[in-house]
């Protein structure tokens, strides 16, 4: 089955700082990589996703890369806020297939 | 729409002990899935359903019994609750995608402790 790596486990920047996470996999069929965030107690909700016919996508300050030969993806977020501080978490799946594969998660702390 | 939801919020059972974690979602959505999270373990997929009346296992699914009866609801039975089933549990749901994967939308979550 597909295995997500993924790194730092934690992060901590200044805010205004940039932060990138990154993560690879193991399944060569997976297509789609979305990032979730979560906040403390709270469920993990999308942030930003990436189908893999396409090698970059960016939403504001949030944009995601695709490698596919090489199999990683990355998370880039700019000018960071406190706001920010969170649990990141990056996944995998492949064609309609109903699930997901996660990583084990970056913690970001965005200091002032 | 309410999206997901879950019930209880917040469970105590004693080891042994048997209970049902409710899931139910109202945006038609055929695909409904259980993930546990664990501190440093991320989300692990513990059974999923591609719809009504079809079930399959994922990565965890010793100790847990599902079923699909209708399209909205998805509860996760726990046989006999043991202490390494203390854990956060999110349902989820998400449209089916035929080419490529789509978002999964989360419930609150469940935290349950074992005694």
């Known amino acids: 089955g597909e295995n997500v790596e993924q790194h730092p486990s934690t992060l901590s920047v200044q805010e205004g700082d940039s932060a990138v996470i990154k993560c690879t996999y193991s399944?060569?069929?997976?297509?789609?990589f979305p990032w979730y965030k979560q906040e403390l107690g709270k469920r993990p909700q999308l942030i930003i996703d990436?189908?893999?016919?396409?090698g970059e996508k960016k939403d504001q300050r949030i944009a995601v890369t695709l490698n596919k030969t090489a199999k990683h993806f990355s998370l880039h977020i700019t000018e960071t806020q406190p706001e920010d501080s969170a649990v990141y978490f990056c996944a995998a799946s492949y064609s309609g297939y109903s699930t997901l594969t996660f990583g084990k998660g970056t913690m970001l702390l965005v200091s002032p | 729409n309410a999206g997901v939801t879950q019930t209880p919020k917040f469970q105590v059972l004693k080891t042994g002990q048997s209970m049902t974690l409710q899931c139910a979602q109202d945006m038609n959505h055929e695909y409904m899935s259980w993930y546990r999270q664990d501190p440093g373990m991320g989300l692990r997929l513990i059974h999923y359903?591609?719809?009504?009346?079809?079930?399959d296992q994922g990565e965890v699914p010793n100790g847990y019994n599902v079923s699909r009866s209708t399209t909205e609801d998805f509860p996760l039975r726990l046989l006999s609750a043991a202490p390494s089933q203390t854990s956060v549990y999110f349902c989820?749901?998400?449209?089916?995608?035929?080419?490529?994967?789509?978002?999964?939308?989360f419930g609150p979550g469940t935290r349950l402790t074992v005694l």
């Open positions: 359903s591609v719809g009504a009346g079809i079930t």
């Open positions: 399944d060569s069929a997976s297509n789609y």
């Open positions: 989820a749901s998400s449209h089916p995608g035929r080419d490529y994967g789509y978002e999964q939308f």
């Open positions: 990436i189908r893999s016919n396409v």
